[in-house]
């Protein structure tokens, strides 16, 4: 039985109304990009794109934080003008030349390109001064004298190397204001060896930083008592600490560190952008004559608009009314075209089937989820009950189980979070630079202890160049992932090879172990999520079975492969192919790690996680780790 509607609701009446709105917004918007298109493509040759301007702002307001003269600035606009193709003038606020590109004497334009002051700079141009408004390039009397630097440098080295022992390696690089900082390192590593590796002594300000920290804070502190607010201590990030109100804090130490930079900074300047030869360009506008023609053109283009329309609707709205009514009478659609329609009819036919299995699939993960959440909740329930009753201590040792089986429900979460992630299409990288060979070392050492308790030789194989550009978190993600697994399945005595390899426009990682491997039915199903070679879940010989579906989605991600060889008894080898350009995973914003300083001068590096696919568990080193990453995220 046909089911009538109103005739506003047809599909017809919809779909024309719905056309005839795109056709008249379409045509205006013709109308109007040909009424501005000669307008834009001069004023185009005015802004020369803003990465040429933003180039230009950012080398100026670097050179005006390094120095406190526009002196010299002369073999810098030059240099910028060769690269941007623009000639570039420099003025005092009053107009008065400091600086030109070339050329002869040219009548500037009435308002600015832009204001050039490291004290007071456009956050949309240089982002990095965040909120403060100051160049952080300009150091001023907090840059080191070379036997200071060189002093800080030799201690921040010996750290790296120390730290480098132990299995945490890092980088040295320095601040503007020539102080060395360790970059790549967890935060929580730094805290455990800083002590060890003599991290604190680095954090210590110099005698040359000591007396600027203290100037700074004197100034403020004039600032917050002339407010009424109570004094405050200054670190060498300029955190304020001790004020009960952090706006007035925050205010007076801008104020204040503008004041104490404003002798070693350059004055501020005006900045022009002119075209080539220091032309102006010409205004551009519309003729009466020009208009009229373009909206008779208009008219006509929507009249045929509205007539071709009408015919392709009633022509659409068949085919949809016979589905509808094959939805109605529960029978399948008539699939008499091989167009959009014909396509929906097929996939409309196959719905219910597949309906049905994505709902069973449904029940299967949750109740995978729930057995695997289940097993650590009863644990930390039946230890706090027993604790509770008396029957268990409530020493150190309990708090331990519990923070372990805690630890291991973060890990669970991490492992599904990731995979969401993955699923939305928001698994963020950051590729960059870096050796597969090198990477896969830093693994194997981070791995080495857990191979000798089990008895298993862990080796890294690498034949040629194996620089490729990847996420280097996520690439020891995934050879940690595979490396875990391997170990766990490989008995003593037995091996675990990393080799590394590379052809043209690719590198290989192979993991191989010669362990229980995988029967032939299950190879199919390894990258399933919650499948486990060990059908008995048992925690003793496999984790939550999440791994390696992880590992398939970061692979995907890099724009890379990953398959699996195996025999039973003989081993298994798994095998990542990534090619060695960046192959556009869904990372966005390209960035180093975020540099931080706990409690002085350590970069963090985000956490590599743990491996996990025929049944794995995050080493203890692993999972405090993922579990601090956790903690710090907003």
């Known amino acids: 039985m046909t089911r009538s509607f109103p005739r506003r609701r047809s599909l017809v009446v919809r779909l024309t109304a719905v056309s005839l709105l795109i056709a008249l917004v379409s045509i205006a918007a013709t109308a109007w990009l040909a009424v501005q298109t000669t307008t834009r ?45 623009r000639r570039i003038v420099l003025t005092t606020l009053d107009r ?27 956050p949309v141009l240089l982002p990095q001064a965040g909120t403060s408004g100051i160049d952080p390039r300009a150091a001023g009397p907090f840059r080191l004298p070379a036997p200071e630097r060189e ?36 935060p929580i590593a730094a805290r455990y060896f800083a002590a060890k590796c003599g991290i604190y002594e680095l954090a210590v300000p110099t005698p040359t930083e000591q007396a600027a920290l203290d100037s700074l804070e004197a100034a403020v502190n004039r600032c917050l008592q002339a407010q009424g607010a109570e004094p405050v201590k200054l670190g060498l990030d300029f955190e304020a600490l001790g004020g009960a109100d952090q706006e007035p804090s925050r205010a007076c130490v801008d104020s204040a560190r503008r004041e104490q930079l404003t002798p070693y900074v350059a004055p501020p300047a005006l900045l022009f952008t002119l075209g080539p030869g220091g032309s102006q360009l010409p205004t551009f506008t519309l003729s009466r004559e020009n208009l009229t023609r373009i909206l008779a053109v208009t008219g006509a283009v929507l009249v045929l608009a ?59 993960m949750v109740s995978d989820i729930a057995h695997e959440l289940r097993n650590p909740l009863n644990v930390i329930r039946g230890r706090l009950e027993a604790a509770e009753d008396g029957h268990l201590p409530f020493d150190r040792a309990l708090t331990a189980s519990l923070l372990e089986e805690t630890v291991l429900l973060q890990h ?6 990731d995979l969401a992630a993955a699923d939305a299409g928001q698994l963020r990288l950051h ?31 690498a034949t040629g160049s194996n620089d490729l550009e ?15 697994n391997a170990i766990r399945h490989t008995p003593a005595g037995g091996r675990v090879t990393i080799d590394v390899s590379s052809t043209v426009d690719a590198v290989t990682l192979a993991v191989a172990d010669t362990g229980t491997g995988i029967a032939a039915a299950d190879l199919p199903h390894v990258f399933d999520r919650f499948w486990r070679a060990e059908k008995s879940r048992n925690r003793q010989t496999g984790g939550s079975g999440l791994g390696l ?86």
Do not use: M
Not at 598 to 609: C, I, K
């Open 431 to 461: 590729p960059e630079p870096l050796d597969a060979a090198e990477l896969a070392g830093h693994v194997a050492a981070a791995h080495a202890d857990r191979a000798a308790a089990a008895g298993v030789t862990l080796t890294v194989e």
């Open 549 to 634: 579906a992880i590992v398939r989605h970061l692979v995907r991600a890099h724009g890379g492969t990953v398959t699996v060889e195996s025999e039973v008894d003989a081993g298994s080898t798994f095998t990542v192919r990534l090619p060695k350009a960046d192959g556009g995973g869904e990372g966005a914003g390209v960035r180093d790690a975020q540099d931080v300083q706990p409690p002085g001068a350590v970069a963090e590096e985000g956490d590599v996680g743990g491996g996990d696919g025929r049944g794995e568990d995050r080493p203890p080193v692993d999972r405090d780790r993922r579990a601090a990453a956790a903690d710090r995220q907003p």
């Open 470 to 484: 990847a996420d280097p978190v996520r690439l020891r993600q995934i050879v940690g992932n595979l490396v875990t």
């Open 151 to 186: 002093e800080l440098t030799t201690l921040a080295e010996k750290a790296a190397a120390c730290l480098t022992s132990v299995g945490f390696p890092s980088q040295v690089r320095p601040a503007a204001s020539g102080r060395p900082q360790l970059t790549g390192l967890d």
């Open 96 to 122: 008065r030349v400091l600086g030109d590109s070339g050329g002869a004497p040219v009548t500037l334009p009435v308002k600015a390109t832009a204001s050039v002051d490291p004290l007071h700079v456009d």
């Open 306 to 364: 509205v007539a071709i329309t009408v015919l392709v609707a009633t022509r659409l709205s068949r085919p949809l009314r016979a589905l509808t009514e094959a939805a109605e009478q529960d029978r399948p659609a008539p699939v008499k075209s091989r167009d959009e329609v014909g396509y929906l009819a097929t996939a409309f036919n196959d719905l219910t089937a597949r309906r049905e299995r994505i709902e069973e699939q449904r029940k299967a």
């Open 41 to 85: 493509a001069i004023q185009q040759e005015q802004g020369q794109a803003l990465s040429g301007d933003a180039t230009i702002y950012t080398e100026l307001i670097g050179f005006a934080a390094a120095d406190h003269s526009w002196d010299r600035v002369g073999p810098k606009l030059r240099s910028l003008s060769d690269q941007t193709g």
């Open 412 to 417: 669970i979460v991490d492992d599904l979070q």
